[in-house]
């Protein structure tokens, strides 16, 4: 009985793992308070989505115009997509192709400023036909630089690189038209990458680890992707001054399965330290890198 009983439970856990936990959708939202900020500066709402790897059975050009009007109910100031929009080479998936993908998300840049860098999986597509597709419905691409998005009291600055695994980032020219002192948010698909953001950049968002995609209850991610401590495979870490945000992503790659990694919409609002308050923000945790 005790072997039966184990083997219904692996079923279905195996299940969930493949029908449902893939097709679920958790939104969090993360005070990101950085004294790297001036007093008074007025905050700033940023919809974060990562990972997307479109395609059949759980990322569908449905589901992607469903996620869109998520993301837009959170009145977000900006909209910042940190790569992999396609799903190559995965088993068992069917991908969707980057010009239906973009086609699904285009109410995102004719509402909001929508920003976003090329992933691994882009690259692996064709990173001209994926920025082409991007762009022709208005989605910002960031190919290693930097662009002002205006704002009351001064604008704010999204920053992106090039993949750090399969691309050329240049961080040197990405920061090069920024102004000393302008607040800056930096887009980097690989989260490693944080590793060579200098001080002075408040925030950088990253995905590719989908949170670990499979994880072992109390144990953790079995795989990451990422030399960063196995902690920071998703969520929001603080760096001295600055932070680092890594999504959980939407789809998979490998195989189309998640446990204890739900896709997430992250709702970041960037605003001023507390004069005087060193601690991190309620939701991040230290970290060294």
């Known amino acids: ?43 700033l709402r940023a919809v974060v989505v990562s990972d997307l790897h479109a395609g059949w059975p759980h ?60 992933g691994n999986h882009d690259r692996d597509m064709g990173p ?23 704002r009351p009291g001064g604008a704010v ?23 000393p002192g302008a607040p800056v948010i930096l887009l980097s698909h690989i989260p490693d990458f944080v590793r060579r953001v200098p001080d002075w950049v408040a925030l950088t968002v990253a995905g590719h680890t989908h949170g670990g995609q499979v994880c072992i209850p109390g144990l953790g991610p079995v795989v990451t992707m990422s030399r960063l401590p196995r902690r920071m495979a998703r969520g929001l870490h603080r760096l001295g001054d600055r932070y680092l945000f890594v999504s959980t992503g939407i789809g998979t790659s490998g195989l189309p399965l998640r446990l204890a990694a739900v896709p997430e919409l992250a709702v970041l609002t960037l605003q001023p330290a507390v004069s005087g308050a060193g601690e991190p923000a309620r939701s991040a945790e230290r970290a060294a890198v």
């Not at 990322?59 to 997509?81: G, K, N, W, Y």
């Not at 991908?95 to 239906?100: G, N, R, V």
């Not at 920053?159 to 038209?177: K, Q, Y």
Request: net charge neutral; proline share 9%.
């Open 1 to 43: 009985m005790i072997e039966i009983a184990m083997a219904a439970g692996v079923v279905s856990l195996g299940a969930y793992a493949a029908l449902v936990e893939p097709r679920r959708l958790v939104r969090r939202e993360l005070p990101v308070a950085s004294p790297l900020l001036p007093a008074g500066w007025r905050p």
């Open 157 to 179: 600055w999204i920053a992106g690189v090039d993949c750090a695994r399969t691309g050329r980032p240049d961080l040197a020219r990405t920061l090069a038209a920024i102004p």
């Open 128 to 150: 001209r036909r994926v920025a082409a597709a991007l762009e022709a419905v208005g989605i910002v691409v960031l190919y290693n630089r930097a662009e002002a998005l205006p």
């Open 59 to 118: 990322v569908t050009a449905a589901r992607l115009e469903s996620l869109a009007t998520a993301m837009l109910a959170e009145r977000p100031d900006v909209v910042l997509l940190p790569g992999d929009f396609v799903c190559e080479g995965a088993l068992g998936t069917r991908p969707l192709a980057i010009e239906a993908v973009a086609e699904a998300l285009a109410a995102l840049p004719a509402s909001v400023p929508t920003f976003a860098v090329l």
